[in-house]
């Protein structure tokens, strides 16, 4: 369980083909208090530390994994949004977040308004039922807030963020631009609330 409160971010030093993906990824972490088999998540994924040393750790990326996650994102000389699991106790910034990834979007928007950046998402219509203007929703693992939504004609939807500039220094959203494809995890409590709503349309 996370918050989507980035901690750290890393950088892809490796990625090796092993029956699953091998990878080794660096960070600010002190990996002593970091044990094996503890959950990392990677720009909004959840994954276990399979190897670990100083200042990286490596870990298995099924083809599964792989394949719900953007293109090229496991790539060697990526920078992934790092988070640790969440401790009882620990303070709960954002909200909560399973790191588990729902979906992927695309940027189709990304201006200056004032010291931060408006970025406007687009969404696949599996999802759209999910999102909702000041509801919450994880960006690559970043807990944003959506200002606002719009449903497109095609089911699909484009919300809306605003990256303030210490979002944009602690975090891989700085670096936002057109076409660029990012993970995506709603709401938990959306995902139950639209669960019920269905069963009791039966």
């Known amino acids: 369980m996370f918050t989507g409160i980035i901690t750290d971010v890393g950088n892809i030093r490796s990625s090796e083909q092993r029956g699953d993906l091998r990878?080794?990824?660096?960070?600010?972490?002190?990996?002593d208090t970091v044990a094996i088999g503890a959950s990392i998540a990677c720009s909004g994924v959840c994954l276990t530390v399979v190897d670990k040393g100083e200042g990286w750790f490596a870990?298995?990326?099924?083809?599964?994994?792989?394949?719900?996650?953007?293109t090229g994102m496991w790539e060697a000389g990526t920078k992934l949004n790092l988070e640790r699991a969440l401790k009882v106790g620990d303070e709960l910034g954002g909200h909560i977040v399973t790191g588990h990834v729902d979906g992927v979007g695309h940027i189709v928007g990304s201006e200056t308004v004032g010291d931060s950046w408006k970025?406007?998402?687009?969404?696949?219509?599996?999802?759209?039922?999910y999102i909702a203007s000041k509801g919450s929703i994880t960006v690559d693992g970043v807990s944003l807030t959506v200002n606002d939504i719009s449903d497109q004609a095609d089911g699909s939807a484009h919300f809306m963020l605003n990256i303030i500039p210490h979002t944009a220094q602690m975090t891989t959203l700085g670096t936002l631009?057109?076409?660029?494809?990012?993970?995506?995890?709603?709401?938990?409590?959306?995902?139950?609330?639209?669960?019920?709503?269905d069963m009791r349309a039966r």
């Open 23 to 31: 990878l080794v990824i660096d960070c600010g972490y002190n990996m």
């Open 59 to 70: 870990i298995d990326a099924s083809a599964e994994t792989v394949s719900r996650t953007p």
């Open 119 to 129: 970025v406007t998402v687009a969404a696949p219509g599996s999802l759209a039922p």
């Open 177 to 197: 631009r057109a076409g660029r494809q990012v993970n995506l995890e709603i709401d938990v409590l959306a995902r139950y609330l639209k669960r019920m709503e």
